[in-house]
Structures are given as structure tokens and as C-alpha cells.
């Protein structure tokens, strides 16, 4: 009657990944969760969650998620499909696909950039569907 399916260690913990400061990896990451970066990445990133590049981290390479913070610094091909929010002395450069951006003053922002407010998801073959709306 009260069967209640025991909760993994990770959805007690929450499920945010992490790379800490001095760490650098060379290749791609997918991930379901949430993502939080002080390290460096040179590669390509996916995940159907939130990606925070810390102070301290920096990815070169194409990235793939629904929401993003960046306070490092960035290099590449970013899609975003909801919102991504770009921190006081952070850097990027490159292309950037998203559908809302933020821009603090005092940010390096040198990218060409593509606003889709509708953007229903961002498939891996890097081109947004965008959401009809009748």
C-alpha cells in the first residue's frame, strides 16, 4: 500500500555534475544533468540541462543545452535553447544560437548571434526547430 520506490544516491545529492578548477579534459561531454564547470574542456559539450562555466573555467569547442551561465571564457558554437547569460568579465567568441541572451556590462562579447525566442529543442545536428505557434 505505501510502496515507496527508494530514491538514488544522486537524486538525494541532486543532480548538478562538476569539473573543479585545475581539471582540463580533452574530448566530449554528454550529460542529462546539470553541469558546472571551473575547469577547462577542449571539446564538445551536450546536455539537456544547465551549463555554468565558473570564473575559473573555459571550454573551446560546440556546446548543446537548454540554459547557460558563462563567468569564464568561451570559444565556439553555442546553441542554447532558452536562456543564456553571459556574466560581469567573462569572455566569448564565437557563434551563438539562443533563445534569450543576457549580457552584463563589462562582458567580452565578440560573436555572431542568432535569437530564437521559439526555439522548441536543439537536436544534435546543430539546427533549431523552431515552435509553431497556430
Partial sequence: MF????K???DLLGKTNRIVEGTTIKGNIVSPADFRLDGHLIG?????????IGPAGSVTGDVVCKNCDIEGKYKGKIQVSELLNI????SVQGEVVCGK??????????????????????????????EKTA
Wanted: glycine share 6%; hydrophobic share 30%; proline share 8%.
Fill in 101 to 130: 541572451l543576457s549580457v552584463e556590462p563589462g562582458a567580452e562579447f565578440s560573436a555572431s548571434c542568432i535569437m530564437k525566442p521559439h526555439l522548441k529543442n536543439l537536436p544534435h545536428n546543430g539546427q533549431a526547430v523552431e
Fill in 3 to 6: 510502496d515507496k520506490k527508494p
Fill in 8 to 10: 538514488s544516491y544522486t
Fill in 87 to 90: 556574466k560581469l568579465k567573462s
Fill in 44 to 52: 564538445n559539450f551536450e546536455s539537456k540541462g544547465k551549463l555554468v
